[in-house]
């Protein structure tokens, strides 16, 4: 039985970051997780982000990919996470950046937490070939 795709209309905005230098990785991802998402949620569902997600690459998670690494020659990225923005249009996530509760209240936040000059973004969109262990036949984008 095959499922269908149904998230794949949204946009998605991919932010790699690395962490405050001097910040230990507990730290990082204690405040990230418990103090700076919750933060942002109001300003960011009033802002039309439809989903957010963090994506914590701890040393943990980096041992494993060290090992692959080892094995293909491939090297892993170094970033401590990725913050994950799901819009159903750009203009939505541009213009939560814009907004004046982002300079009141998250910046400020953010410049605690993220080294900002080593930031990297990426934007998309997800074409799902298998979701939830069943092929995807039916999708929602086309190329």
Request: glycine letters at 8%.
């Amino acid at each position: 039985m095959s499922t269908i795709a149904t998230h794949e209309q949204l946009i998605r905005v991919s932010v790699a970051v690395h962490r405050k230098p001097g910040t230990t990785e507990e730290e990082f991802n204690k405040y990230w997780a418990y103090k700076h998402g919750p933060l942002a949620t109001e300003w960011l569902l009033r802002c039309g982000i439809v989903k957010y997600t963090q994506y914590h690459t701890t040393s943990e998670f980096k041992k494993f990919g060290d090992a692959m690494s080892a094995q293909t020659g491939r090297p892993m990225l170094a970033y401590d996470g990725f913050g994950d923005f799901y819009v159903r249009k750009y203009e939505d996530f541009e213009n939560a950046f814009l907004d004046p509760e982002y300079m009141e209240k998250i910046r400020p936040d953010e410049l605690r937490l993220i080294d900002m000059e080593r930031i990297g973004v990426t934007v998309g969109v997800e074409y799902v070939v298998i979701n939830e262990g069943k092929l995807v036949e039916k999708h929602g984008r086309e190329f």
